[in-house]
């Protein structure tokens, strides 16, 4: 993570103004009080990093960034095996995956 001084003024984002830089859910867009609640008392243990200047509280887009991939692990971000994935050969891959983790570990399968 960068450092405050190492950010110029262009980058800051002021929290109220990060909504508009996220994504909507199902055409809802997350509230403000979603974004000062990350960065007051975070997510999955994770805060967002931000600075307080004066009246205001600021993140950066990078920062946001490292907030949202430290708060949604790879593995959280892959679909879970259904039907489809199952009848096109998904759970081949899916327990594919597994044996080698598996066998990272010393475990086997069979």
């Not at 262009?10 to 509230?31: C, I, N, Q, Y």
């Not at 974004?35 to 805060?47: E, M, S, T």
Request: with cysteine; glycine share 8%; net charge positive.
């Amino acid at each position: 993570m960068r450092d405050v001084e190492e950010c110029s003024l262009s980058e800051f984002v002021a929290l109220s103004d990060v909504p508009e830089h996220l994504p909507a859910r199902g055409g809802v867009r997350f509230s403000r009080a979603a974004v000062y609640r990350w960065a007051a008392q975070g997510k999955r243990g994770v805060r967002l990093h931000s600075v307080r200047i004066g009246a205001a509280q600021f993140t950066t887009i990078a920062w946001l960034q490292e907030f949202i991939r430290e708060t949604n692990p790879v593995s959280r971000q892959q679909p879970k095996a259904g039907r489809d994935q199952r009848a096109s050969g998904g759970a081949t891959e899916i327990a594919a995956a597994t044996r080698a983790k598996l066998a990272k570990h010393g475990l086997r399968c069979e």
